[in-house]
T-cell receptor, first 116, second 116 residues
């Protein structure tokens, strides 16, 4: 258990509304990631963070923004949700061993978002 | 961007049979990871590979890091019903300056069904 929680776990919203998803970790990991999962595409990186206030874009960042004001929380915001953003969203942290980051990632339980 | 081709897309096997799946890439990776995802949950790490040619086992699972660094293989021996799920490969390459921030590229997934 990597100590990752996501909220909400399910959300239904309407096109054009803002939506914020939260990822919370309890183990002080430096690196955090947001992915979306769609059939036939596997998981695709949206944004990632390598420290407080340090974030960068991933492969599919258009329409999304992120913020990390403290180590334990990484927020993903859809400023104006569209139907193409209906997906399952996963947060992940980069593993560590003996205080050193490793190349493994551990995932949260996911948030299922439906945009009508 | 980088792409991983994972095959097969789906497999239907009888309990007790062995399973093989693989991922190939047009570019080199320095780390290969294999994950399993159960319905409604996040991916769970099965095996991590860090060195070309490396062969690593985890119970009935065996994975190999291809010698060209462009492919990886996962084998499951003597399958059981709880092996059902989606299996993902993921690769990490070093970016400019030798750093990657841990970003992963995922394959599309292999859906495994095991008939008792």
């Amino acid at each position: 258990d990597a100590g990752i929680t996501q909220s909400p776990r399910h959300k239904v919203t309407e096109t054009g509304t803002p939506v914020t998803l939260r990822c919370h970790q309890t183990e002080n990991h430096r690196y955090m990631y947001w992915y979306r999962q769609d059939p036939g595409h596997g998981l695709r990186l949206i944004h990632y963070s390598y420290g407080v206030k340090d974030t960068d874009k991933g492969e599919v960042s258009d329409g999304y923004s992120v913020s990390r004001s403290k180590t334990e929380d990484f927020l993903l915001t859809l400023e104006s949700a569209t139907s193409s953003q209906t997906s399952v969203y996963f947060c992940a942290i980069r593993g560590s061993s003996g205080g050193v980051s490793t190349d493994t990632q551990y995932f949260g339980p996911g948030t299922r978002l439906t945009v009508l | 961007g980088q792409q991983l081709n994972q095959s097969p897309q789906s497999m239907f096997i009888q309990e007790g049979e062995d399973v093989s799946m693989n991922c190939t890439s047009s570019s080199i990776f320095n780390t290969w990871l294999w994950y399993k995802q159960d319905p409604g949950e996040g991916p769970v790490l099965l095996i991590a590979l860090y060195k070309a040619g490396e062969l690593t086992s985890n119970g009935r699972l065996t994975a190999q890091f291809g010698i060209t660094r462009k492919d990886s293989f996962l084998n499951i021996s003597a399958s059981i019903p709880s092996d059902v799920g989606i299996y993902f490969c993921a690769g990490q390459s070093l970016g400019a300056g030798g750093t990657s921030y841990g970003k992963l590229t995922f394959g599309q997934g292999t859906i495994l069904t095991v008939h008792p």
